[in-house]
Protein backbone atom coordinates (compact mmCIF):
# COMPACT_ATOMS: atom_id res chain seq x y z
CA UNK A 1 0.00 0.00 0.00
CA UNK A 2 1.11 3.57 -0.67
CA UNK A 3 2.58 5.37 1.85
CA UNK A 4 0.59 8.77 2.75
CA UNK A 5 2.33 12.08 2.82
CA UNK A 6 0.11 13.62 5.01
CA UNK A 7 -1.16 10.60 7.18
CA UNK A 8 -0.35 10.92 10.51
CA UNK A 9 -0.92 14.48 13.27
CA UNK A 10 2.91 14.96 12.95
CA UNK A 11 2.86 15.25 9.02
CA UNK A 12 0.29 17.22 9.28
CA UNK A 13 1.52 19.58 11.49
CA UNK A 14 4.78 19.93 9.17
CA UNK A 15 2.68 20.37 6.22
CA UNK A 16 0.64 23.76 8.30
CA UNK A 17 3.88 24.60 8.71
CA UNK A 18 5.24 25.05 5.43
CA UNK A 19 1.59 26.30 4.07
CA UNK A 20 2.21 28.98 7.04
CA UNK A 21 5.00 29.60 5.88
CA UNK A 22 4.05 30.73 2.78
CA UNK A 23 2.75 34.46 3.64
CA UNK A 24 -0.55 35.19 1.96
CA UNK A 25 -1.71 38.81 3.30
CA UNK A 26 -5.31 40.00 1.35
CA UNK A 27 -3.99 42.17 -1.38
CA UNK A 28 -0.17 41.33 -1.47
CA UNK A 29 1.91 39.53 -3.70
CA UNK A 30 2.18 36.48 -1.15
CA UNK A 31 -1.57 35.76 -2.07
CA UNK A 32 -1.06 36.16 -5.58
CA UNK A 33 1.81 33.27 -5.43
CA UNK A 34 0.22 30.98 -3.20
CA UNK A 35 -2.03 29.20 -5.43
CA UNK A 36 0.96 27.97 -7.48
CA UNK A 37 2.29 26.51 -4.33
CA UNK A 38 -0.12 24.91 -3.24
CA UNK A 39 -0.72 23.52 -7.07
CA UNK A 40 2.58 21.90 -6.68
CA UNK A 41 2.20 20.22 -3.41
CA UNK A 42 -1.02 18.32 -4.69
CA UNK A 43 1.44 17.91 -8.00
CA UNK A 44 3.26 15.71 -5.48
CA UNK A 45 0.46 13.34 -5.17
CA UNK A 46 0.48 10.17 -7.23
CA UNK A 47 -3.59 10.28 -7.83
CA UNK A 48 -2.82 14.08 -9.68
CA UNK A 49 0.24 12.60 -11.37
CA UNK A 50 -2.05 10.24 -12.83
CA UNK A 51 -4.80 12.55 -13.34
CA UNK A 52 -2.98 16.01 -14.36
CA UNK A 53 -6.23 17.86 -15.94
CA UNK A 54 -8.16 17.39 -12.54
CA UNK A 55 -5.62 20.23 -11.03
CA UNK A 56 -6.55 23.36 -11.75
CA UNK A 57 -5.00 27.44 -11.35
CA UNK A 58 -8.37 29.84 -12.34
CA UNK A 59 -8.16 33.47 -12.81
CA UNK A 60 -10.20 35.39 -9.68
CA UNK A 61 -9.17 39.19 -9.85
CA UNK A 62 -6.12 41.36 -9.71
CA UNK A 63 -3.82 38.70 -10.54
CA UNK A 64 -5.04 36.68 -8.12
CA UNK A 65 -6.37 32.96 -8.36
CA UNK A 66 -8.06 29.89 -7.09
CA UNK A 67 -7.32 26.58 -6.82
CA UNK A 68 -9.48 23.41 -7.82
CA UNK A 69 -8.07 19.72 -7.37
CA UNK A 70 -10.94 16.82 -7.79
CA UNK A 71 -10.50 13.54 -6.58
CA UNK A 72 -12.78 11.36 -8.78
CA UNK A 73 -13.92 7.93 -8.28
CA UNK A 74 -15.62 5.68 -11.14
CA UNK A 75 -18.59 4.35 -8.67
CA UNK A 76 -19.37 7.60 -6.50
CA UNK A 77 -22.31 8.75 -6.59
CA UNK A 78 -22.03 12.14 -5.36
CA UNK A 79 -19.54 15.14 -4.73
CA UNK A 80 -18.51 16.88 -1.60
CA UNK A 81 -16.87 20.37 -1.99
CA UNK A 82 -13.77 21.36 0.42
CA UNK A 83 -13.77 25.32 0.77
CA UNK A 84 -10.94 26.63 2.09
CA UNK A 85 -9.79 30.61 1.85
CA UNK A 86 -5.90 30.80 1.70
CA UNK A 87 -5.31 34.86 2.04
CA UNK A 88 -4.89 35.75 5.70
CA UNK A 89 -5.22 39.21 7.59
CA UNK A 90 -1.90 40.88 8.17
CA UNK A 91 0.19 40.77 10.92
CA UNK A 92 1.60 44.59 11.93
CA UNK A 93 0.03 43.58 15.69
CA UNK A 94 3.36 40.85 15.82
CA UNK A 95 5.80 44.28 16.55
CA UNK A 96 9.31 43.14 16.53
CA UNK A 97 7.71 39.03 16.48
CA UNK A 98 6.39 40.31 12.81
CA UNK A 99 9.39 37.90 10.84
CA UNK A 100 7.95 35.17 13.06
CA UNK A 101 4.39 35.30 13.11
CA UNK A 102 4.77 33.08 9.81
CA UNK A 103 7.02 30.58 11.63
CA UNK A 104 4.61 29.03 13.93
CA UNK A 105 7.02 26.42 15.83
CA UNK A 106 9.54 28.71 16.23
CA UNK A 107 7.06 31.40 17.28
CA UNK A 108 5.30 29.58 19.60
CA UNK A 109 8.92 28.93 21.38
CA UNK A 110 9.65 32.65 21.31
CA UNK A 111 6.63 33.40 23.16
CA UNK A 112 7.97 31.79 26.10
CA UNK A 113 10.16 34.56 26.61
CA UNK A 114 7.26 37.43 26.35
CA UNK A 115 4.89 35.84 28.40
CA UNK A 116 4.39 38.11 30.39
CA UNK A 117 3.05 40.31 27.40
CA UNK A 118 0.15 37.94 26.63
CA UNK A 119 -3.04 38.24 28.19
CA UNK A 120 -4.10 35.41 30.74
CA UNK A 121 -5.68 33.13 28.74
CA UNK A 122 -3.37 32.69 26.35
CA UNK A 123 -0.48 32.50 28.96
CA UNK A 124 -1.96 29.54 30.36
CA UNK A 125 -2.51 28.13 26.48
CA UNK A 126 1.13 28.79 25.95
CA UNK A 127 2.33 27.30 28.73
CA UNK A 128 0.14 24.21 28.27
CA UNK A 129 1.87 23.35 25.48
CA UNK A 130 -1.28 22.43 23.63
CA UNK A 131 -1.44 25.36 21.35
CA UNK A 132 0.71 25.85 18.17
CA UNK A 133 0.50 30.29 17.36
CA UNK A 134 0.98 32.36 13.81
CA UNK A 135 -0.82 33.91 11.71
CA UNK A 136 -3.28 31.71 9.73
CA UNK A 137 -2.86 28.87 11.27
CA UNK A 138 -6.38 28.97 12.84
CA UNK A 139 -7.93 30.81 10.27
CA UNK A 140 -7.45 29.31 7.81
CA UNK A 141 -4.49 27.64 6.56
CA UNK A 142 -5.53 24.08 9.27
CA UNK A 143 -9.12 23.71 7.09
CA UNK A 144 -6.60 23.68 3.83
CA UNK A 145 -4.24 21.20 5.62
CA UNK A 146 -6.98 19.03 6.63
CA UNK A 147 -8.85 19.21 2.78
CA UNK A 148 -5.19 18.57 1.73
CA UNK A 149 -4.92 15.44 4.27
CA UNK A 150 -8.12 14.09 3.36
CA UNK A 151 -8.04 14.32 -0.41
CA UNK A 152 -4.38 12.82 -0.24
CA UNK A 153 -6.09 9.71 1.94
CA UNK A 154 -9.38 9.21 -0.32
CA UNK A 155 -7.43 8.75 -3.65
CA UNK A 156 -4.44 6.24 -2.08
CA UNK A 157 -7.47 4.22 -0.25
CA UNK A 158 -10.02 4.90 -3.42
CA UNK A 159 -12.92 5.97 -1.05
CA UNK A 160 -16.34 5.46 -3.75
CA UNK A 161 -16.53 8.90 -3.84
CA UNK A 162 -15.45 12.31 -5.76
CA UNK A 163 -13.91 15.18 -3.72
CA UNK A 164 -13.42 18.51 -4.80
CA UNK A 165 -10.97 21.04 -3.09
CA UNK A 166 -11.55 24.02 -3.62
CA UNK A 167 -9.42 26.83 -1.86
CA UNK A 168 -9.62 31.01 -2.68
CA UNK A 169 -8.17 33.81 -2.22
CA UNK A 170 -9.65 37.66 -0.47
CA UNK A 171 -12.30 35.72 1.94
CA UNK A 172 -11.12 38.53 4.13
CA UNK A 173 -11.53 41.41 2.16
CA UNK A 174 -14.55 41.10 -0.45
CA UNK A 175 -14.50 37.42 -1.11
CA UNK A 176 -13.50 38.43 -4.68
CA UNK A 177 -11.75 34.54 -5.07
CA UNK A 178 -15.10 32.66 -3.79
CA UNK A 179 -17.30 35.11 -6.13
CA UNK A 180 -14.80 33.81 -9.20
CA UNK A 181 -14.91 29.83 -8.04
CA UNK A 182 -18.66 30.17 -8.28
CA UNK A 183 -19.20 29.75 -12.03
CA UNK A 184 -16.04 27.16 -12.23
CA UNK A 185 -17.57 25.30 -9.66
CA UNK A 186 -20.76 24.58 -12.21
CA UNK A 187 -18.52 24.54 -15.09
CA UNK A 188 -16.53 21.73 -13.42
CA UNK A 189 -19.98 19.96 -12.32
CA UNK A 190 -20.74 20.06 -16.22
CA UNK A 191 -17.62 18.55 -17.81
CA UNK A 192 -16.70 15.60 -14.94
CA UNK A 193 -20.85 15.22 -14.54
CA UNK A 194 -20.88 15.55 -11.09
CA UNK A 195 -23.47 16.04 -7.97
CA UNK A 196 -23.05 18.08 -5.54
CA UNK A 197 -23.86 16.80 -2.33
CA UNK A 198 -22.51 18.81 0.58
CA UNK A 199 -20.57 21.84 0.62
CA UNK A 200 -18.32 21.65 3.61
CA UNK A 201 -15.47 24.61 4.66
CA UNK A 202 -13.20 23.88 7.35
CA UNK A 203 -13.38 27.76 9.14
CA UNK A 204 -12.19 27.50 12.68
CA UNK A 205 -14.15 26.78 15.69
CA UNK A 206 -14.43 30.10 17.55
CA UNK A 207 -15.12 29.84 21.19
CA UNK A 208 -17.95 31.13 22.31
CA UNK A 209 -17.34 32.55 26.04
CA UNK A 210 -13.43 33.21 27.78
CA UNK A 211 -12.41 29.09 28.87
CA UNK A 212 -14.92 27.60 26.65
CA UNK A 213 -14.03 23.55 26.28
CA UNK A 214 -16.68 22.55 23.45
CA UNK A 215 -16.36 22.38 20.29
CA UNK A 216 -18.88 23.25 17.37
CA UNK A 217 -20.06 22.24 14.19
CA UNK A 218 -21.74 24.87 12.14
CA UNK A 219 -24.73 24.18 9.70
CA UNK A 220 -24.91 27.59 8.41
CA UNK A 221 -23.42 30.81 7.91
CA UNK A 222 -24.42 34.49 9.10
CA UNK A 223 -25.47 37.01 6.26
CA UNK A 224 -23.78 40.33 6.41
CA UNK A 225 -24.98 43.64 4.28
CA UNK A 226 -24.18 47.08 4.25
CA UNK A 227 -27.48 49.43 4.03
CA UNK A 228 -25.48 53.01 3.40
CA UNK A 229 -27.42 56.65 2.99
CA UNK A 230 -25.25 59.90 0.88
CA UNK A 231 -26.61 62.59 2.91
CA UNK A 232 -26.82 66.03 -0.08
CA UNK A 233 -28.11 68.64 1.89
CA UNK A 234 -27.59 72.90 1.19
CA UNK A 235 -25.04 75.01 1.53
CA UNK A 236 -24.96 78.06 2.59
CA UNK A 237 -22.59 80.36 4.71
CA UNK A 238 -21.53 80.15 7.88
CA UNK A 239 -22.85 83.59 8.86
CA UNK A 240 -26.16 82.30 7.72
CA UNK A 241 -26.69 78.98 8.91
CA UNK A 242 -30.93 78.36 8.46
CA UNK A 243 -30.40 79.03 4.47
CA UNK A 244 -29.15 76.08 4.03
CA UNK A 245 -28.82 72.63 5.77
CA UNK A 246 -26.09 70.55 6.47
CA UNK A 247 -25.41 66.84 5.65
CA UNK A 248 -24.14 66.40 9.21
CA UNK A 249 -26.51 67.38 10.63
CA UNK A 250 -29.10 65.10 8.48
CA UNK A 251 -26.86 62.76 9.38
CA UNK A 252 -27.43 62.60 12.68
CA UNK A 253 -30.83 61.75 12.36
CA UNK A 254 -30.40 58.43 10.75
CA UNK A 255 -27.18 57.27 12.61
CA UNK A 256 -29.25 57.57 15.86
CA UNK A 257 -31.91 55.78 14.47
CA UNK A 258 -29.58 52.96 12.37
CA UNK A 259 -26.99 52.18 15.42
CA UNK A 260 -28.56 49.56 17.79
CA UNK A 261 -31.42 49.09 16.07
CA UNK A 262 -33.71 46.13 17.49
CA UNK A 263 -35.87 46.14 14.34
CA UNK A 264 -32.70 45.22 12.36
CA UNK A 265 -31.76 42.52 14.51
CA UNK A 266 -32.68 38.48 13.81
CA UNK A 267 -33.19 35.85 16.33
CA UNK A 268 -33.69 32.14 14.55
CA UNK A 269 -33.21 29.36 16.25
CA UNK A 270 -32.54 30.65 19.47
CA UNK A 271 -29.13 32.63 18.01
CA UNK A 272 -29.76 36.17 17.59
CA UNK A 273 -27.53 38.66 15.61
CA UNK A 274 -25.36 41.08 16.44
CA UNK A 275 -26.97 44.65 16.34
CA UNK A 276 -26.40 46.90 13.73
CA UNK A 277 -23.74 49.49 14.00
CA UNK A 278 -22.51 52.49 11.85
CA UNK A 279 -18.90 51.69 10.21
CA UNK A 280 -18.19 54.75 8.85
CA UNK A 281 -19.59 58.32 8.64
CA UNK A 282 -18.12 61.13 7.16
CA UNK A 283 -17.51 64.31 5.06
CA UNK A 284 -17.16 64.13 1.16
CA UNK A 285 -15.11 66.96 1.25
CA UNK A 286 -11.88 66.68 2.77
CA UNK A 287 -10.61 70.58 3.71
CA UNK A 288 -11.47 73.12 5.81
CA UNK A 289 -14.07 75.55 4.50
CA UNK A 290 -16.32 78.10 6.07
CA UNK A 291 -19.00 76.92 3.04
CA UNK A 292 -21.30 75.12 5.28
CA UNK A 293 -20.57 70.64 4.23
CA UNK A 294 -23.55 69.50 2.19
CA UNK A 295 -22.39 66.09 1.49
CA UNK A 296 -21.82 63.07 3.63
CA UNK A 297 -22.12 59.68 3.81
CA UNK A 298 -22.58 56.68 5.99
CA UNK A 299 -21.79 53.45 6.12
CA UNK A 300 -24.13 50.73 8.33
CA UNK A 301 -23.11 47.21 9.24
CA UNK A 302 -26.02 44.74 9.74
CA UNK A 303 -26.02 41.37 10.30
CA UNK A 304 -28.87 38.46 8.54
CA UNK A 305 -30.33 35.03 9.15
CA UNK A 306 -32.91 34.77 6.97
CA UNK A 307 -33.69 38.24 5.70
CA UNK A 308 -32.50 39.11 2.27
CA UNK A 309 -31.95 42.55 0.47
CA UNK A 310 -35.26 43.54 -0.57
CA UNK A 311 -36.46 42.99 3.45
CA UNK A 312 -33.30 45.05 5.03
CA UNK A 313 -33.82 47.76 2.03
CA UNK A 314 -37.41 48.31 3.05
CA UNK A 315 -36.31 48.26 6.86
CA UNK A 316 -34.05 51.09 6.15
CA UNK A 317 -36.08 52.88 4.23
CA UNK A 318 -38.74 53.20 7.03
CA UNK A 319 -35.99 54.37 9.30
CA UNK A 320 -34.83 56.72 7.08
CA UNK A 321 -38.22 58.24 6.33
CA UNK A 322 -38.59 58.25 10.22
CA UNK A 323 -35.38 60.33 10.39
CA UNK A 324 -36.20 62.64 7.52
CA UNK A 325 -39.36 63.43 9.25
CA UNK A 326 -38.07 64.18 12.84
CA UNK A 327 -35.38 66.07 10.79
CA UNK A 328 -37.40 68.42 9.07
CA UNK A 329 -39.64 68.80 11.86
CA UNK A 330 -36.74 70.17 14.36
CA UNK A 331 -35.51 72.48 11.20
CA UNK A 332 -38.84 73.80 10.50
CA UNK A 333 -39.10 74.64 14.43
CA UNK A 334 -35.99 76.43 14.60
CA UNK A 335 -36.80 78.51 11.10
CA UNK A 336 -39.97 79.53 12.73
CA UNK A 337 -38.31 80.51 16.08
CA UNK A 338 -35.65 82.67 13.87
CA UNK A 339 -38.33 83.82 11.70
CA UNK A 340 -36.33 82.52 8.20
CA UNK A 341 -38.00 80.77 5.99
CA UNK A 342 -37.07 76.81 5.18
CA UNK A 343 -35.09 75.74 2.26
CA UNK A 344 -37.04 72.97 1.85
CA UNK A 345 -37.47 69.66 3.16
CA UNK A 346 -35.51 66.83 3.11
CA UNK A 347 -36.77 63.84 1.19
CA UNK A 348 -35.42 60.18 1.27
CA UNK A 349 -35.13 58.18 -1.85
CA UNK A 350 -33.36 55.29 -2.77
CA UNK A 351 -30.57 55.07 -5.48
CA UNK A 352 -32.34 53.14 -8.31
CA UNK A 353 -34.78 56.39 -7.96
CA UNK A 354 -31.86 58.54 -8.57
CA UNK A 355 -30.42 56.61 -11.33
CA UNK A 356 -33.75 56.74 -13.04
CA UNK A 357 -34.37 60.40 -12.80
CA UNK A 358 -30.94 61.25 -14.10
CA UNK A 359 -31.38 58.69 -16.94
CA UNK A 360 -34.57 60.43 -17.73
CA UNK A 361 -32.78 63.84 -17.32
CA UNK A 362 -29.66 63.13 -19.06
CA UNK A 363 -30.03 59.67 -21.31
CA UNK A 364 -28.29 56.41 -20.11
CA UNK A 365 -24.94 57.28 -21.88
CA UNK A 366 -24.21 60.17 -19.79
CA UNK A 367 -24.89 58.92 -16.87
CA UNK A 368 -22.68 55.43 -18.25
CA UNK A 369 -20.24 58.19 -18.91
CA UNK A 370 -20.34 59.41 -14.92
CA UNK A 371 -19.96 56.28 -13.54
CA UNK A 372 -17.10 54.70 -15.51
CA UNK A 373 -15.16 58.10 -14.67
CA UNK A 374 -15.26 57.27 -11.37
CA UNK A 375 -14.92 53.50 -11.65
CA UNK A 376 -11.64 54.52 -12.77
CA UNK A 377 -9.70 56.27 -9.61
CA UNK A 378 -7.96 53.17 -8.77
CA UNK A 379 -7.59 54.83 -5.36
CA UNK A 380 -10.38 54.65 -3.94
CA UNK A 381 -12.46 51.63 -2.72
CA UNK A 382 -15.96 50.22 -3.54
CA UNK A 383 -17.31 51.60 -0.75
CA UNK A 384 -15.65 55.23 -1.74
CA UNK A 385 -16.89 54.63 -5.39
CA UNK A 386 -20.71 53.63 -4.27
CA UNK A 387 -20.31 57.30 -2.52
CA UNK A 388 -19.03 58.77 -5.28
CA UNK A 389 -21.44 57.79 -8.24
CA UNK A 390 -24.31 58.53 -5.77
CA UNK A 391 -22.80 61.90 -5.29
CA UNK A 392 -21.98 63.01 -9.18
CA UNK A 393 -25.47 61.98 -10.06
CA UNK A 394 -27.43 64.04 -7.04
CA UNK A 395 -25.33 66.92 -7.95
CA UNK A 396 -26.46 67.02 -11.28
CA UNK A 397 -29.88 66.56 -10.14
CA UNK A 398 -30.43 69.28 -7.48
CA UNK A 399 -33.78 69.70 -7.92
CA UNK A 400 -34.10 65.95 -5.56
CA UNK A 401 -32.16 68.23 -2.87
CA UNK A 402 -32.05 68.02 0.24
CA UNK A 403 -32.13 64.43 -0.08
CA UNK A 404 -31.16 61.20 2.13
CA UNK A 405 -29.91 58.81 -0.69
CA UNK A 406 -30.15 55.01 0.07
CA UNK A 407 -27.88 52.53 -1.28
CA UNK A 408 -25.86 49.57 -0.79
CA UNK A 409 -21.84 49.10 -0.46
CA UNK A 410 -20.18 46.15 -0.97
CA UNK A 411 -19.30 43.33 0.31
CA UNK A 412 -23.02 41.63 0.43
CA UNK A 413 -23.00 38.24 2.08
CA UNK A 414 -26.31 36.47 2.07
CA UNK A 415 -27.21 34.18 5.03
CA UNK A 416 -27.02 30.61 4.18
CA UNK A 417 -28.58 27.72 6.42
CA UNK A 418 -29.06 24.08 6.16
CA UNK A 419 -29.84 22.85 9.76
CA UNK A 420 -33.46 21.14 8.22
CA UNK A 421 -31.28 19.47 5.87
CA UNK A 422 -31.47 15.28 6.58
CA UNK A 423 -27.87 15.04 5.16
CA UNK A 424 -26.57 17.98 7.19
CA UNK A 425 -28.69 16.22 10.40
CA UNK A 426 -27.02 13.04 9.78
CA UNK A 427 -23.35 14.60 9.54
CA UNK A 428 -24.21 16.36 12.64
CA UNK A 429 -25.14 13.40 15.16
CA UNK A 430 -21.85 11.87 13.39
CA UNK A 431 -19.76 14.32 15.10
CA UNK A 432 -21.59 14.50 17.63
CA UNK A 433 -21.43 10.50 18.76
CA UNK A 434 -17.82 9.97 17.24
CA UNK A 435 -16.62 12.94 19.16
CA UNK A 436 -17.60 12.06 21.91
CA UNK A 437 -17.20 7.92 22.15
CA UNK A 438 -13.33 8.62 20.15
CA UNK A 439 -12.22 11.66 22.06
CA UNK A 440 -14.68 12.97 24.71
CA UNK A 441 -15.03 15.69 22.66
CA UNK A 442 -18.52 18.10 23.20
CA UNK A 443 -19.75 18.97 20.23
CA UNK A 444 -22.61 21.26 19.76
CA UNK A 445 -24.75 22.52 16.74
CA UNK A 446 -24.19 26.29 16.42
CA UNK A 447 -26.84 27.04 13.14
CA UNK A 448 -25.18 30.58 12.12
CA UNK A 449 -21.18 30.66 11.90
CA UNK A 450 -20.70 33.77 13.19
CA UNK A 451 -17.22 34.79 11.72
CA UNK A 452 -18.90 35.05 8.04
CA UNK A 453 -17.81 32.91 5.38
CA UNK A 454 -17.29 32.38 1.80
CA UNK A 455 -20.49 29.41 2.35
CA UNK A 456 -22.81 32.43 1.50
CA UNK A 457 -21.76 32.13 -2.16
CA UNK A 458 -23.30 28.74 -2.38
CA UNK A 459 -26.95 27.44 -2.30
CA UNK A 460 -28.52 30.80 -2.96
CA UNK A 461 -32.35 30.54 -2.08
CA UNK A 462 -34.19 33.40 -2.62
CA UNK A 463 -37.52 33.25 -3.34
CA UNK A 464 -38.09 37.09 -3.35
CA UNK A 465 -37.00 40.35 -4.72
CA UNK A 466 -33.73 40.11 -2.79
CA UNK A 467 -31.24 39.75 -5.62
CA UNK A 468 -32.59 42.56 -7.79
CA UNK A 469 -33.06 44.99 -4.95
CA UNK A 470 -29.50 44.75 -3.81
CA UNK A 471 -28.62 45.25 -8.17
CA UNK A 472 -30.79 48.40 -8.42
CA UNK A 473 -29.26 50.08 -5.56
CA UNK A 474 -25.83 48.63 -5.49
CA UNK A 475 -23.85 52.04 -8.04
CA UNK A 476 -20.94 49.67 -8.42
CA UNK A 477 -23.03 46.94 -9.50
CA UNK A 478 -21.82 45.28 -12.71
CA UNK A 479 -18.26 47.12 -13.00
CA UNK A 480 -15.95 46.87 -9.77
CA UNK A 481 -18.89 44.41 -8.18
CA UNK A 482 -21.13 41.78 -8.60
CA UNK A 483 -22.69 38.62 -7.05
CA UNK A 484 -23.19 35.38 -9.51
CA UNK A 485 -27.04 34.97 -7.76
CA UNK A 486 -27.61 33.29 -10.79
CA UNK A 487 -25.43 30.53 -10.46
CA UNK A 488 -25.45 30.45 -6.87
CA UNK A 489 -29.07 29.05 -7.60
CA UNK A 490 -28.04 26.33 -8.96
CA UNK A 491 -25.12 25.38 -6.30
CA UNK A 492 -28.05 23.47 -4.74
CA UNK A 493 -26.47 21.84 -2.05
CA UNK A 494 -26.34 21.90 1.98
CA UNK A 495 -23.70 23.88 3.59
CA UNK A 496 -21.93 22.64 6.87
CA UNK A 497 -18.64 23.75 8.29
CA UNK A 498 -16.66 21.22 10.32
CA UNK A 499 -12.95 23.27 11.05
CA UNK A 500 -10.22 23.23 13.58
CA UNK A 501 -10.37 24.72 17.15
CA UNK A 502 -8.36 28.13 17.90
CA UNK A 503 -8.70 31.12 19.43
CA UNK A 504 -8.15 34.79 18.81
CA UNK A 505 -8.27 34.73 15.01
CA UNK A 506 -6.81 37.80 13.78
CA UNK A 507 -5.00 38.68 17.10
CA UNK A 508 -1.14 38.58 17.38
CA UNK A 509 -2.27 35.29 19.70
CA UNK A 510 -4.05 33.65 16.94
CA UNK A 511 -3.37 29.94 18.08
CA UNK A 512 -4.78 26.59 17.20
CA UNK A 513 -5.65 23.82 19.45
CA UNK A 514 -3.07 21.02 18.37
CA UNK A 515 -5.03 18.05 19.39
CA UNK A 516 -7.98 18.83 18.02
CA UNK A 517 -6.80 19.92 14.62
CA UNK A 518 -3.94 17.19 13.89
CA UNK A 519 -5.82 14.46 15.74
CA UNK A 520 -9.87 15.11 16.37
CA UNK A 521 -11.17 16.76 13.62
CA UNK A 522 -9.23 15.08 10.80
CA UNK A 523 -10.65 11.65 11.68
CA UNK A 524 -14.09 12.93 12.46
CA UNK A 525 -13.94 14.51 8.81
CA UNK A 526 -12.55 11.49 7.52
CA UNK A 527 -14.70 9.49 9.20
CA UNK A 528 -17.83 11.65 8.16
CA UNK A 529 -17.03 11.61 4.47
CA UNK A 530 -16.85 7.72 4.51
CA UNK A 531 -20.04 7.53 6.09
CA UNK A 532 -21.51 9.70 2.95
CA UNK A 533 -19.32 7.54 0.42
CA UNK A 534 -20.99 4.54 2.17
CA UNK A 535 -24.16 5.91 2.50
CA UNK A 536 -24.17 6.93 -1.07
CA UNK A 537 -27.05 9.08 -0.34
CA UNK A 538 -28.93 10.84 -3.52
CA UNK A 539 -29.45 14.34 -4.11
ZN1 LIG B 1 -11.53 32.61 7.85
Same mark, same amino acid.
Given at each position: ??????????????? !?????????????????????????? #???????????? %?????????????????????????????????????????? @??????? /????????????????? +????????????????????????????????????????????????????????????????? #????????? #?????????????????????????????????????????????????????????????? /?????? !??????????????????????????????????? +???????????? &?????????????????? =???????? =?????????? @???????????? %?????????????????? /??????? @??????????????????????????? &???????????????????????????????????? /???????????????????????????????????????????????????????????? &? %??????? %?????????? &???????????????? =?
Amino acid at each position: MTQLKWGTPKALREL !LCEVVSWKSMTLTEGEREFPSKVAAK #LKGLTYFQENPE %HLGLHDADLGRRFVTALYKHPSALGTVVLISHFDTVNTEEYG @DLQEYAY /QPEELTRLLHSRIDELP +AEAREDLLSGEYLFGRGTMDMKMGLVMHMGLIEKASVEQWPINLLLLTVPDEEVNSSGMRAAVPK #LLELKEKHQ #LTFKLFLNGEPVFTQEPGDRNYYVYSGSIGKIMPSALFYGKETHVGQPLSGITAPYIASFLT /QRMEWN !LSLQETVMGERTPLPVTLQQKDLRSEYSVQTPYRS +AALYNVFLMQRN &AEEIMNMFEKVATDAAKA =CNQAYHEI =CKEQTVTPVG @DVRVLRYEDLEK %HAVRKFGVEYVAGIKAAI /QKREEWD @DREKSFRIADALIIECQELAPAIVLLY &APPYYPAVNSSENELVKKCISYVKERGFEKFGLPVN /QVHYFNGISDLSYVNYQDAGEGWTVFKENTPVWGTSYSIPFDEMTKLHAPVLNVGPLGKD &A %HKRTERL %HIKNAFEEVP &ALVEGMVKMLAEKKVR =C
